[in-house]
């Protein structure tokens, strides 16, 4: 981390009038040092939020409940990828599969299980653009300025995808993050992860390069488990940034960057040692933001080009049939590349006092092709089969508008928008798919939102919203057919409709010099969701069909830090406490079966909590400086109708029971000491008690096992990550 100067409020502002998304604002943040801070401040600077309206605003301006993740948050923590760090911070619940496979859900809408899931309920954005999938395993942390998250279908500068929220991954770049820095940790079970980085800035110009990579061998579980086998990873990374200031309104900047997970063992329901998958993100962004002398005219322009791989090399040598357990495949290798380009404009006008005018035009063309090979075990199928996901390809263009507008001294603000959407997938020629029909399928809707927030007082700000979102669906669910690797077959269905969903939420923050507190209630209404209907359970085949009612997620959010050592006077003393969560009070599928155990969604926490302290003293840079951080992560009760096969009765193939998964906290602690004002030595342990869970998973790595023998791979069970010891060192250059 880098002391600098804190700016003046005048060119702070200047910097606010026309920076945009693609940016972000983080010149204004590094130039004024807020990111630096150790406690929350008053100042707008820190409060700026820009993923909610694609414009920079005060968090205090924005109906739509909002969380980010500060660099210094990053850098204390121990996560391995961006979806550690989200766990971490109680954003949602996040499945972690796999090193390389993630699943999420945020109030009440969810991703694919298996990280092939590139049109989610869930907008994964990197630089206010889309990731590719919503699989957040396969991107690292370490060239990552800040995380914004948008809770909800709460912003019309977002289409499909956008029905449970939005993550926005914001990549570093030379005008937030100058000088030079190496991290190396090394850990338990072979860990070791290094990461490099340059940057500058002079008058006109800023850059940014990154480098990082590392790896990890097969780990142990908790107490009563084992070694895991197939659970090793390695990644590699870099990004590369270069900005130019044309004026003092006038910025370019381009930013490349490649990203990915290799050789990361996917263990999967039959605790399989036999598969890996190899995921990659590349991507390419090029922006320009500029405004007029008086910044009553401003405006974005962002052109972007992604591909996103996933190399599966799977294999399954037991497969189900029906209730029985027979050969399957030694080899089953499915390739899938999503290749997207798209265009984004975005003019501003202040068009009278207190009012503000986002226009928008979004234009993003994607191309998925896959490929599959499979090789039998004696005995088992034969000839090829479709891979995972249809080829298709996709044309989607939208217009859309956000006016804001500010009333009574600027302590009322309204704001409304409405976007249209046009889409068109067509479906193309798919490898062992010789009965599809290639064809075209449109779409046309139109999604709002609209909210107030009023400022009560010096302290407390005040907000409410309705919002709508919607999803398409896939060519996949329109017309699959395909047999999955543990041998079940799933069928497309032409009459899907959109998912849809309705919002409501009021919420309110206090906020002072020393603490920050946010709270939040909501209602989130999913209509028509996509899911898979089983024929029976003895058929061990399934067709996509949309959800017989809606879903229905209501519950509570909270948010909040405190700067302990200033409130309690403590000088040259840090104290930190912060704080994150949620509790479900309703979280009903509508549509669940008459004959179901239960009618709670499935793979969505009922509460959650991220909770820690910190503890030290010294500055940010003086030698002999410490810091002390314990962290708790709570993960509530979760219901699942898993896939894996039980010996208990209550478990499959032969029933479709939804097994509630219990509680569990997982405690982590970190400590920082400075060496020098360029030298900090770290340590860290992760699942401090080792506790043996897993998120997931109910057969767990331990005896007795409870799964069926009969239908695993290798393995007996999966257990996360046991009690894991890092240390490490940071060098400021």
């Given amino acids: 981390m880098h002391d600098h100067q804190p700016c003046s409020r005048p060119r702070a502002a200047a910097l606010r009038g026309f920076l945009a998304p693609s940016s972000f604002l983080a010149t204004a943040l590094a130039l004024c040092g807020t990111a630096q801070a150790q406690a929350p401040t008053t100042g707008a600077l820190d409060e700026v939020f820009v993923t909610a309206t694609a414009r920079p605003e005060d968090r205090s301006r924005i109906a739509a409940t909002t969380q980010t993740i500060e660099r210094d948050t990053i850098e204390r923590s121990s996560a391995r990828s961006v979806t550690d760090l989200l766990a971490e911070n109680a954003v949602g619940f996040l499945s972690e599969w796999t090193a390389a496979q993630t699943s999420m859900n945020i109030r009440g809408a969810s991703t694919d299980g298996q990280g092939r899931d590139f ?31 948008v809770r909800g279908p709460g912003s019309v500068v977002y289409g499909s995808q956008n029905m449970g929220g939005v993550v926005n991954i914001i990549m570093k770049t030379g005008a937030t993050q100058p000088g030079s820095s190496v991290d190396l940790t090394a850990g338990s079970w072979g860990l070791w992860r290094a990461h490099a980085q340059t940057a500058g800035a002079s008058e006109r110009f800023d850059w940014y390069i990154g480098l990082s990579g590392g790896e990890r061998g097969d780990y142990d579980a908790g107490r009563g488990g084992g070694t895991l086998a197939n659970t090793g990873w390695e990644r590699r990374g870099a990004s590369g940034a270069l900005g130019w200031q044309l004026a003092d309104h006038h910025r370019v900047q381009q ?19 036999h598969s890996r998958d190899d995921r990659t993100n590349h ?77 928008g035009l979004d234009w993003e063309k994607s191309r998925l092709r896959s490929v599959r090979e499979r090789v039998a075990m004696p005995g088992g199928p034969s000839g090829q089969v479709a891979p995972y996901d249809n080829n298709q390809t996709e044309e989607v263009h939208a217009l859309y508008f956000e006016d804001a507008q500010t009333l009574l001294d600027d302590r009322l603000t309204l704001r409304a928008g409405l976007r249209k959407t046009w889409g068109r997938t067509r479906f193309d020629a798919t490898p062992n798919l010789p009965l599809a029909v290639s064809t075209t399928r449109s779409y046309d809707t139109h999604t709002w939102s609209t909210g107030a927030t009023w400022k009560a007082s010096e302290l407390l700000n005040l907000r409410a919203g309705a919002s709508t979102g919607f999803r398409a669906p896939t060519a996949t669910e329109l017309a699959s057919d395909f047999t999955a690797v543990g041998g079940g077959r799933i069928f497309g269905n032409p009459n899907l409709k959109p998912e849809t969903s309705r919002q409501i939420e009021v919420g309110a923050t206090l906020q002072a010099p020393l603490w920050r507190l946010d709270a939040a209630l909501f209602q989130n209404t999913i209509s028509d969701r996509i899911t898979t209907v089983s024929r029976g359970p003895t058929t061990n085949t399934s067709d996509y069909a949309n959800n017989a009612a809606d ?139 080792d506790l043996n869970r897993h998120p997931v998973f109910i057969a767990l790595d331990r ?31």
């Fill in 119 to 149: 049109r989610s309920q869930v907008l994964v954005l990197v630089n206010g653009r889309r990731a590719g999938t919503a699989n957040l395993s396969k991107l690292s942390p370490s060239d990552v300025e800040r995380i914004e998250i």
């Fill in 255 to 273: 930013q490349l960057r490649t990203d990915g997970i290799y050789n990361a063992g996917f263990r999967g329901s039959g605790a399989n040692i």
């Fill in 283 to 359: 991507s390419l962004d090029l922006s320009y933001e500029g405004s007029t002398a008086d910044q009553r005219i401003g405006w974005m322009a962002q052109v972007y080009d992604l591909s996103d791989i996933d190399e599966l090399h799977w294999a399954s040598p037991v497969v189900r049939s029906g209730t029985a357990a027979v050969p399957g495949t030694s080899r089953d290798h499915n390739k899938r590349t999503l290749d997207v380009s798209g265009l984004r404009l975005q003019p501003r006008f202040k068009l009278g006092q207190g009012n503000d005018l986002l226009l």
């Fill in 551 to 689: 879903i229905v997620a209501r519950g509570v959010e909270f948010q909040g830090s405190v700067d302990l050592a200033r409130t309690l006077q403590l000088p040259g003393r840090v104290f930190d406490a912060f704080a994150s969560g949620y509790y479900h009070l309703d979280m009903r599928d509508k549509g669940a079966a008459a004959t179901a155990n239960t009618d709670k969604v499935q793979r969505m926490y009922r509460y959650e909590a991220s909770a820690g302290v910190r503890y030290g003293q010294g500055g940010p840079r003086d030698a002999g400086a410490w810091t002390l951080q314990v962290s708790a992560l709570l993960r509530g009760p979760m219901w699942y109708d898993t896939e894996e096969i039980l010996l208990i009765p209550q478990g499959e193939p032969g029933s479709t029971f939804i097994h509630r998964k219990g509680a569990f906290t997982v405690w982590n602690l970190r400590a920082d000491y400075r060496v020098s004002p360029g030298v900090k030595l770290f340590a860290g342990v992760n699942n401090l008690f």
């Fill in 703 to 733: 005896s007795p096992c409870t799964a069926n023998p009969a239908f695993q791979n290798g393995g007996c069970g999966t257990s996360m990550p046991g009690r894991e010891l890092l240390v490490g060192l940071h060098i400021d250059f």
